[in-house]
């Protein structure tokens, strides 16, 4: 089986651009999680779909972070615009019901 | 308030030794607890996982870790390491669809 996928793993973005992060969840898995993990901060919950169906938005991440899952087998993660304070490894995960997460290798994005 | 607390941001061992990398979780009612670790420039990946059961839980490339209600414990342990264990450890809690992780433990290989 296929692990879960990231795309692209590398992006350099230019303050206030638009970037698209893209996910492939594992097949057959029903949650899907993004993360954003920083040095200082850590691991941190962007949001969390069940079921194509969003969860958690994260908070405080609402104002310029949207996830999206337009299918069980896809989802996006926007940022607009984008800030230097954004550059991090930004992680998708999936999972089957509460059970363990399986990390994809995360996008790591840099924004200048 | 649910939490997981990895007491050490760094272990140095050397390669062949023994290691146990310390975690503390706070959480109320039953917890599910994982380890996993991260290779630089990759994704984190599973070691072992413990749901209520045998306290001592295996998991792969020989690390066991054991947990403790009492102490709130759930420490990771390895009975020689290797220098591919060069890598960062992460404790983390559930009881429902939410991991809560800890702040990792950078673990180093000493020749």
């Known amino acids: 089986d296929a692990g879960v996928t990231q795309t692209p793993r590398h992006e350099v973005a230019e303050k206030g651009q638009t970037i698209i992060l893209k996910c492939e969840p594992v097949?057959?898995?029903?949650?899907l999680f993004w993360y954003r993990q920083t040095k200082i901060q850590g691991l941190e919950l962007l949001s969390y779909?069940?079921?194509?169906?969003?969860?958690?938005d994260g908070g405080a991440f609402k104002d310029r972070f949207k996830a999206e899952m337009l299918n069980s087998s896809f989802s996006t993660l926007k940022i607009q615009p984008t800030e230097p304070k954004d550059s991090a490894v930004y992680l998708c995960?999936?999972?089957?019901?509460?059970?363990?997460?399986?990390f994809g290798p995360g996008t790591r994005l840099t924004v200048l | 308030a649910q939490s997981v607390t990895q007491p050490d941001a760094r272990v140095t061992v050397s390669e062949g030794a023994s290691l146990q990398l310390r975690c503390k979780y706070s959480?109320?009612?039953?917890?599910?607890l994982f380890w996993y670790v991260q290779y630089p420039r990759q994704g984190l990946q599973l070691l072992l996982k413990?749901?209520?059961?045998?306290?001592v839980v295996q998991g792969v490339n020989g690390f066991e870790a054991e947990f403790s209600k009492s102490n709130s414990s759930f420490h990771l342990r390895k009975a020689s390491v290797h220098w591919s264990d060069w890598a960062v450890y992460f404790c983390?809690?559930?009881?429902?669809?939410?991991?809560?992780f800890g702040s990792g433990t950078q673990l180093t290989v000493m020749p």
């Open positions: 995960a999936s999972g089957v019901n509460y059970a363990e997460q399986f």
């Open positions: 097949s057959g898995h029903n949650d």
């Open positions: 779909f069940r079921s194509k169906s969003l969860m958690e």
């Open positions: 959480y109320f009612g039953t917890p599910y």
């Open positions: 413990y749901y209520p059961g045998d306290p």
């Open positions: 983390a809690v559930t009881g429902s669809w939410q991991l809560i």
